[in-house]
């Protein structure tokens, strides 16, 4: 059985029941009383009752990409950071998140023990996201340590995000290689 709505045109619009049986003996839904907003979708609350709502999941709605031409480092002390480039960006909400990405060639002199961590406002501010004790021999090599990652965005202000690789002992070089890659840090905002 259905419910056949037929145009003075001639033409018809029909609603059907499910092909297979309700699991219980009778379904209801309860329809909105009123139209809802432009590109808005229908939803329910699981118990019939029927309602608009606007779609926002894993919608991108912002972007941001900063790049950088950084030269060899050097140094001993445990504390030596060789950072990245600085990407600086404004949320459009608090309850958004970053997809963060970073990309860089990296050489280590010999094999060397190293942390790899990502900060919001410089390595005094907040650490979000850290690799620890990453061994790496010698080579150039891309994508090192943490590439990508997904972090909160704390308010709607200007905040920088950059990605840092501080070791842990020895006197070993640690360079970017600006002539196979260009470091750079990609930042998606993405509505859940």
């Known amino acids: 059985m259905s419910i056949k ?7 018809s619009v029909s609603l059907n029941p499910p092909t297979s049986a309700p699991t219980s003996t009778e379904v209801a839904f309860k329809l909105p009383n009123a139209d809802g907003s432009a590109n808005q979708i229908m939803k329910t609350d699981g118990s019939g009752n029927l309602g608009w709502a606007t779609d926002q999941s894993g919608k991108v709605v912002g972007f941001g990409l900063a790049t950088s031409t950084a030269v060899d480092q050097y140094g001993a002390q445990s504390s030596y950071t060789l950072v990245g480039p600085q990407l600086t960006y404004t949320g459009a909400s608090a309850s958004n998140k970053l997809l963060i990405h970073h ?9 060397s023990n190293w ?22 021999e010698q080579m ?3 994508q090192t340590g943490i590439h990508v990652c997904l972090v909160d965005i ?33 930042a998606l905002e993405i509505q859940p």
């Open 140 to 142: 150039w090599i891309g």
């Open 115 to 136: 942390y790899m961590a990502l900060w919001r406002d410089g390595t005094s501010g907040t650490k979000l996201v850290e690799k620890k004790w990453y061994s790496q």
């Open 103 to 111: 990309n860089h060639h990296m050489l280590i002199e010999d094999a």
């Open 154 to 186: 704390p308010d709607t202000s200007s905040h920088t995000y950059q990605f840092a690789i501080y070791r842990t002992s020895s006197t070993n070089r640690l360079s970017y290689n600006y002539s196979v890659g260009v470091p750079q840090i990609i």
């Open 5 to 11: 709505l037929k145009h003075s045109g001639g033409n």
